[in-house]
């Protein structure tokens, strides 16, 4: 298989770019990176066909090998469309973080540094348990004042 | 004319098309949506049913779109497993809408709108998960993939609040940069190759040389293994999951990690078989379990909790399918089936808490099991299963992932069989956790408990259940509990199904005879024979141990006991039947 050695610079550049930038925290740049990735991964599809030949039509005389191979064209034009409608996606996701947040970087989650926050010790479960943890003498005292309610509680 | 029935197939991916389109047409009337939506689900639900009973007895079968054969059109195939994943992901989403409909009708008042949006696009992501099942090349499955991820990333920002933005740009992020690895890997395989098509590829991708082929392995493994949330991949998750709606959460738990899972699986089985990575996809399987499972017991909220669970037992089928053996494919298929059930059931029920309590967070819950004994259960029956309890269908997948491992008798194995029955317990910690909070303990006993939960009498309480959990999402939950239920009850024809579906998979000639003809398939047949036979392992001792550990003679032994063994040695091992020193 031949490969056009330009397109293969071209497309490392691309991803390497798309990479570098897709560690930033701005959500443009994510943005930015995710199109540069995208566009390196459609070169790299064109180039699986090998070299350019005929078109891929039937010609009196022609060797098979002599056509050009449109099945990555076909996928690389699928590819192109998920990959805009995917951009168009994330950039109306960057405007709205924006209007709610005003800000354009990724936030962190509140839910996560409150757990990561939260001590090793936990009362409720390492507390030193007290002598009597048998909870049927409460009980007992809870039916004197309210009656019968708490009678269901016990058959458990 | 008699037609066959199977070629409808394609229809489980067109009618959900259909449907999504009529209902965006009519979005300003909901009641029309909602019925187009309900009705269009119900159709496909009895379609993949009647597939499944076609399939169930014959096998494979492909259907090549506008008559192009293969390799060189696009072709859909479902075979065993493609089938019942079907079934039982329509099924799972069939009961999810009709719980997502309950609660729309439940908060209409609280002006939250309308959302017009909703409808067709959850019939966009049943099409985009019925395209990936049945996809007969990679190309393909992408497309599968994109379409219910992108569905996916709408139903997971609905509404544009500033949580599910937050949570959206982390998911959309890292499931592009997948699909970016998994467009990358097709390209190259193309390359390497000049085929797209899976069975094609089966036969083509061995002539490869030993490292083209263990790279393109690798690069599959990892861009599946994000969707999947396999360990090292799994941070997305439990970070994005929990803050959308119920119903959302709950079919993106059940299914979507799922859809990875079985491309994992398939790339398993049809691309790449043989035991070439296994010791690595069983320490990333351990790491997956241990470390999902410690992420769990760390959360406070039920909806994070039950997202690391996820993460956990994702491990469990990773482990699975790593033992390339009958056996554990076998209980990876049912357990796959098991687990989508029940992770869409405990979110769901979540969501019932979250409305009933007015919070998800341990916490600040108390008091459940008295106020509302039906959520009580709801909850106990899943969340049980989920930790593997017996009878529970969960045990019954975990012991036949357990037997595989002892099976195989390596030193990896058996660490994974420990980790597996380490895990599981400590599932069952962190599921009685949320049980002893949420539902056992006093409602005073709480942390600055919501208003909903103090009620001033039981009877008070008891009345307000009826307004907070209504019964047209009680309902299609507890129709998903009895699905569960089901799962133990029909344990012995669901594993025998599994099993012939993972000797199906691993001989791969019904799967390349139903797309490529039989004539391309004979040169290779006898190799792939031989090669499924190496992973049949014999599980059964014929006594169970019996004659070493307890040598019982009695008089009543029954007089032909020669033919008692033998009925024995038919039955068990496919039924998964508890066998004495099994691993726990």
Redesign the interface.
């Known amino acids: 298989?031949t490969i056009n050695l330009t397109l293969l610079i071209v497309m490392g550049v691309m991803l390497a770019v798309g990479i570098y930038l897709?560690l930033e925290r701005s959500?443009t740049r994510?943005l930015l990176g995710?199109i540069l990735?995208?566009n390196g991964?459609n070169l790299?599809?064109l180039?699986?066909a090998g070299r350019a030949g005929l078109a891929p039509l039937v010609t009196d005389g022609a060797e098979p090998e002599e056509y050009f191979d449109p099945?990555?064209q076909a996928?690389l034009l699928?590819?192109i469309v998920?990959a805009f409608?995917?951009v168009s996606?994330?950039l109306a996701?960057?405007y709205?973080?924006w209007v709610?947040?005003r800000q354009d970087e990724?936030?962190d989650?509140e839910?996560?540094r409150r757990?990561a926050a939260?001590p090793d010790y936990d009362p409720e479960e390492d507390a030193e348990v007290e002598t009597e943890t048998s909870e049927f003498i409460e009980d007992e005292q809870m039916t004197l004042k309210e009656g019968g309610?708490d009678r269901?509680?016990e058959s458990r | 004319m008699e037609t066959n029935l199977v070629e409808f197939v394609p229809l489980a991916v067109l009618l959900p098309f259909f449907g999504a389109g009529f209902a965006f047409a009519f979005y300003r009337n909901q009641s029309v949506q909602k019925s187009i939506t309900l009705g269009t689900l119900i159709i496909t639900v009895i379609l993949e049913i009647a597939l499944l009973t076609e399939i169930w007895h014959t096998g494979a079968h492909a259907v090549h779109l506008a008559g192009w054969p293969a390799p060189f059109g696009i072709s859909m195939v479902i075979d065993r497993f493609a089938a019942l994943m079907l079934v039982v992901s329509s099924i799972i989403t069939l009961a999810v809408l009709l719980y997502a409909v309950g609660q729309g009708a439940a908060e209409e008042k609280n002006d939250s709108g309308p959302v017009s949006i909703f409808y067709p696009t959850y019939l966009i992501l049943v099409a985009g998960v019925s395209n990936a099942f049945l996809a007969g090349d990679l190309f393909n499955m992408y497309v599968g993939f994109e379409i219910f991820l992108t569905a996916s990333y709408v139903l997971l920002t609905l509404g544009g609040g500033e949580q599910r933005i937050r949570a959206g740009v982390t998911y959309v992020v890292v499931s592009i940069i997948s699909s970016m690895l998994f467009l990358i890997t097709i390209g190259l395989i193309y390359a390497a190759t000049g085929t797209v098509n899976l069975a094609d590829l089966a036969l083509r991708l061995s002539e490869l040389e030993h490292g083209t082929q263990l790279m393109l392995h690798v690069l599959l493994l990892v861009a599946f293994g994000i969707k999947a949330a396999v360990f090292p991949l799994a941070f997305w998750l439990p970070d994005s999951y929990p803050t959308a709606p119920a119903p959302v959460t709950a079919v993106f738990a059940g299914l979507l990690t799922k859809v990875g899972i079985y491309a994992m699986i398939r790339t398993e089985t049809l691309l790449f078989p043989g035991e070439r990575i296994n010791t690595a996809l069983m320490i990333v399987a351990g790491l997956t379990m241990i470390v999902g499972i410690l992420g769990a017991l760390a959360q406070a909220d039920i909806k994070r909790m039950l997202s690391f669970t996820l993460i956990s037992h994702i491990g469990y089928l990773v482990f699975g399918l790593a033992l390339s053996s009958i056996v554990g494919m076998s209980a990876t298929i049912y357990y796959v089936a098991h687990h989508i059930t029940i992770q869409t059931t405990l979110f769901l029920v979540t969501g019932l808490i979250e409305r009933r309590s007015g919070s998800s967070n341990v916490d600040r819950l108390g008091g459940l099991a008295k106020i509302s004994p039906v959520l009580a259960i709801l909850f106990f029956i899943p969340a049980m299963n989920l930790a593997g309890i017996p009878p529970f269908s969960g045990f019954v997948g975990k012991l036949g992932m357990m037997q595989g491992g002892i099976a195989e008798n390596t030193w990896i194995t058996w660490t994974l069989v420990i980790a597996s029955v380490v895990t599981s317990l400590l599932t069952l910690m962190a599921v009685a956790r949320i049980w002893a909070r949420g539902f056992w303990r006093k409602g005073e006993d709480a942390e600055e408990p919501d208003k909903l939960l103090l009620s001033k009498t039981l009877t008070h309480a008891r009345a307000a259940n009826k307004r907070l959990l209504p019964m047209n999402m009680v309902a299609p939950t507890a129709a998903l509990v009895a699905m569960s239920v089901a799962f133990t009850v029909f344990a012995g024809p669901l594993m025998q199904f599994s099993r012939a579906a993972a000797y199906d998979m691993y001989e791969r000639t019904p799967y390349l005879d139903a797309v490529l003809g039989e004539e391309r398939v004979d040169g290779v047949r006898d190799e792939l024979t031989e090669f499924t036979e190496d992973l049949l392992v014999d599980l059964d001792t014929g006594d169970a141990g019996v004659e070493d550990h307890a040598p019982v003679r009695t008089g009543l032994e029954p007089e032909d006991r020669e033919n008692l063994e033998d009925t024995r040695h038919s039955t068990s091992g496919d039924e998964g039947e508890p066998v004495e020193g099994g691993g726990d």
Do not use: N
Request: hydrophobic share 60%; proline share 3%.
């Open positions: 298989m897709l959500l994510v995710i990735i995208s991964v790299l599809l180039q699986t099945l990555p996928l699928t590819a998920i409608a995917l996606f994330v996701l960057i709205r973080s709610l947040a990724v936030t989650d839910e996560d757990v939260k309610e269901g509680d």
